[in-house]
């Protein structure tokens, strides 16, 4: 199973916003499909963004586009989630997951998750 590890969470007022990392020590991450999710309490996990292998294509499946921007850093090894104009209703954990393949919406396609890391939005 292939290991990545989440950062750069934490607590962010309402209209303002926060850069998640997603780093994969072991391996490359351009040669997989990234995707982001979040579960906030009493919800099933969602994909909020997704970044194909080498970057190509990005998908955001749900109600974040315009908001949250999914990118890749090749010299870096990491892939990021710019959030934007947070708000209350961005509260959740997020996740790093990777698949091979493509892009998918489906949870149950990503074999690899991180532990997550909570982002809260609260004033």
């Known amino acids: 199973q292939l290991h990545v590890v989440e950062s750069g969470g934490g607590l962010v007022q309402p209209g303002g916003s926060l850069r998640l990392s997603c780093e994969a020590p072991?391996?490359?991450?351009?040669?997989?499909?990234t995707g982001w999710f979040r579960q906030a309490p009493g919800k099933e996990r969602e994909e909020v963004a997704c970044i194909s292998l080498g970057g190509r294509a990005t998908e955001y499946p749900g109600s974040v586009a315009g908001r949250f921007t999914i990118s890749m850093s090749n010299t870096k090894n990491a892939v990021y989630l710019e959030m934007n104009n947070m708000k209350p209703t961005d509260t959740a954990v997020y996740y790093c997951?990777?698949?091979?393949?493509?892009?998918?919406?489906?949870?149950?396609?990503?074999?690899?998750w991180g532990q997550g890391i909570q982002v809260t939005v609260s004033s």
């Open positions: 072991g391996f490359t991450l351009d040669a997989y499909a």
């Open positions: 997951a990777v698949r091979t393949g493509r892009c998918s919406g489906d949870v149950t396609d990503f074999g690899s």
